[in-house]
């Protein structure tokens, strides 16, 4: 029978699609398929609802199909349940509102091309950060954004026209910046020191490294290096830190997962949501790609997804305090041996 029969391919692509992130190999055929997990959640529990309305399993080949599609249920939504309110939250949230230990950080992926620099303007006036995030910016992204650099007095950029620019605006003292290309040269990342109000120093990694897809780059080698290089980074800072930017990489994948456990930062979207960021386009195909962690030095005020104003992802706001209390509460991620040798193996290789 014809819906049958669509129901065991599909199915059986469903299944292949979540088993093949299993393999630890970095060619993007195997890394791209970590990106639509509730997607295909989603369409898993269609199919099996599909399969007992229309065929309730009776024969061998329908049981063994019911079997295998609710397995990868209970795996795919094993994997999703962190980032759904269900589960715990694994930054605390604020108690209290201690405005001069703050901070308010916009990352925003404008998409170089589009040219709705109006919008952005806007966006940041109602959001109101202290800091502002812009990546894949140019020289015309640059010239755009002028006018909001004497709200925004420090400043470090570094505009390409690769795709791969990145713009960072301050309104709060910044110190010890630099723009590292810590992998590929033609992909930059920035490392400074912010000084929150209260005089606390804080540590800020922003990176935008390159996505395991065929026409940006065959592997995901140099993507994982550089996101558990920072990992390793934060790990050694003797302050607190954050790490925000457009990771190119999932927030369930092994190795932002990995990058979590080996850096010791938290996500501030587990027991939360998802907080999609990319696609802003196709309702149906969002992942959360854009992402801010930090330390357990901090709780959470907010954090929100806002206008795309034209690009392809959705900015994303959040604002974090810095909070001794919330320090003592926070259950900072551990890296077994087995995850530190994984690491410092995926640093070591070569592309």
């Known amino acids: 029978m014809l819906l049958y029969q669509i129901i065991f391919y599909f199915s059986l692509f469903i299944i292949l699609s979540t088993a093949i992130p299993l393999i630890r190999n970095d060619y993007w055929v195997f890394r791209v398929f970590e990106y639509p997990r509730l997607q295909k959640l989603i369409l898993n529990a269609l199919l099996l609802a599909t399969l007992f309305i229309f065929f309730f399993p009776v024969e061998v080949k329908e049981i063994a199909l019911a079997i295998a599609l609710a397995l990868n249920l209970i795996y795919l939504g094993i994997k999703v349940y962190p980032f759904t309110p269900l589960a715990p939250k694994q930054l605390v949230k604020s108690s209290g509102n201690n405005a001069a230990n703050s901070i308010k950080l916009l990352v925003a992926n404008v998409f170089q091309d589009n040219q709705n620099s109006a919008a952005y303007h806007q966006l940041i006036k109602e959001s109101n950060p202290d800091l502002v995030l812009m990546v894949e910016t140019n020289r015309w992204w640059e010239a755009q954004m002028a006018g909001i650099e004497s709200n925004y007095p420090y400043q470090i950029k570094e505009p390409l026209e690769n795709t791969y620019g990145m713009m960072l605006y301050s309104r709060l003292k910044l110190a010890d910046g630099a723009v590292h290309y810590l992998v590929e040269d033609d992909i930059p990342s920035i490392e400074v020191n912010v ?20 026409q940006e780059s065959a592997t995901s080698t140099e993507r994982d290096r550089e996101i558990l290089l920072v990992g390793q980074k934060a790990k050694s800072s003797p302050i607190p830190v954050i790490v925000a930017g457009d990771l190119n990489d999932v927030a369930w994948s092994y190795t932002t997962e990995l990058f979590s456990k080996t850096s010791g930062l938290l996500d501030p979207r587990k027991g939360r ?75 070591n290789k070569e592309a």
Not at 293 to 318: A, E, M, R, Y
């Open 195 to 214: 000084s929150l109000n209260s005089g606390q120093q804080v540590k800020l990694y922003c990176l935008h490294p390159k996505p395991p897809v065929p």
């Open 273 to 347: 949501g998802f907080f999609n960021s990319f696609n802003a386009k196709y309702f149906f195909l969002r992942f959360p790609l854009d992402h801010i962690f930090c330390s357990s030095h901090f709780s959470l005020k907010s954090i929100n997804t806002l206008d795309s104003c034209g690009s392809d992802h959705f900015p994303i706001c959040v604002e974090l305090q810095y909070d001794t209390h919330a320090e003592l509460i926070n259950e900072e991620p551990e890296a077994t041996p087995e995850d530190m040798e994984l690491a410092q193996e995926k640093i």
